[in-house]
């Protein structure tokens, strides 16, 4: 049961946005911020994921039975319910908000929104094409998240690194969307490879990417990192450029290692290099 729920919300990919975490995290406390913050945080940031994830499969199950990409999703075939689906989305829920709770009253007036924009990503793709930016955004508040975990105020280092994850997920999103285009188009949905074609998605992809390259360039500036940092960016930003070339919009053959391999390394060797930053400079 707990392996068909993990399989469910993809538990794997919380790569994707826990370095980030992490990156807030560390920043803010300019070194170790204690277990106390460490774990809070951790499990904040897992719950709201899987709640987030648990949503939309949810909210997309109708369209997941008759997509042949995705019809052997747990929800179609049966092996998670509906039911079970709901009490883990609620679990996660409660979690969440506990986890903010012991953080501080900042993190835990903040809950609710968090809650509420994660899951209303899910019904985005029904009327606007900005869907993968929306999705870009919640994963954007993991570095936010992670400041104020230890540092309950606003600050610009956070919020353009928020930026930055929200591009890099947006055009990684979008890369991923070009494998349901003719679906999409069928059931009516404003993915944007299905509203503009693959073509121009891809090229949009390509541009969020580069505003991403940019944004984590300003953050890194903001929170005052070492040329440490400016490498790991550096090679990352090299990373990206090699994902778009994996692709063109006559062979996404490559677009599992262009979606998570590629992304996944990024998310951990910006991480790595933060976080070398951020405890060689003391």
Request: glycine share 8%; with cysteine; proline share 3%.
């Amino acid at each position: 049961m707990l392996g068909a729920l993990a399989r469910l919300v993809k538990v794997e990919h919380s790569v994707f946005a826990l370095p980030f975490a992490y990156i807030g995290l560390f920043v803010a406390a300019g070194g170790w911020p204690g277990w106390r913050a460490f774990v809070l945080l951790t499990l904040a940031m897992v719950a709201m994921r899987s709640f987030a994830m648990a949503v939309n499969r949810l909210a997309d199950v109708r369209y997941d039975r008759v997509n042949p990409r995705t019809s052997r999703r747990e929800l179609v075939t049966g092996e998670v319910t509906l039911r079970q689906a709901w009490v883990f989305t609620a679990v996660c829920a409660v979690v969440f908000v506990a986890a903010c709770a012991g953080l501080n009253a900042l993190c835990l007036a903040l809950a609710p929104v968090a809650l509420v924009w994660g899951a209303f990503y899910s019904v985005t793709k029904r009327f606007t094409w900005l869907c993968h930016f929306v999705l870009g955004s919640v994963l954007g508040l993991a570095p936010v998240a992670g400041w104020l975990a230890v540092k309950p105020e606003f600050s610009l280092a956070p919020i353009l690194f928020g930026l930055g994850v929200t591009c890099w997920t947006a055009g990684f999103d979008v890369l991923y969307a070009c494998q349901d285009v003719d679906f999409d188009r069928e059931q009516g949905l404003w993915a944007m490879p299905a509203r503009f074609g693959v073509g121009t998605a891809l090229k949009l992809a390509a541009f969020s990417h580069v505003d991403a390259a940019l944004f984590f360039l300003l953050a890194g500036y903001a929170a005052g990192l070492s040329w440490i940092y400016y490498a790991f960016w550096a090679v990352c930003s090299l990373v990206l450029l090699i994902e778009h070339r994996l692709l063109s919009e006559d062979d996404l053959s490559r677009i599992n290692v262009a979606f998570f391999t590629l992304n996944g390394i990024i998310a951990v060797l910006l991480g790595i290099g933060t976080l070398l930053a951020v405890f060689l400079a003391r």
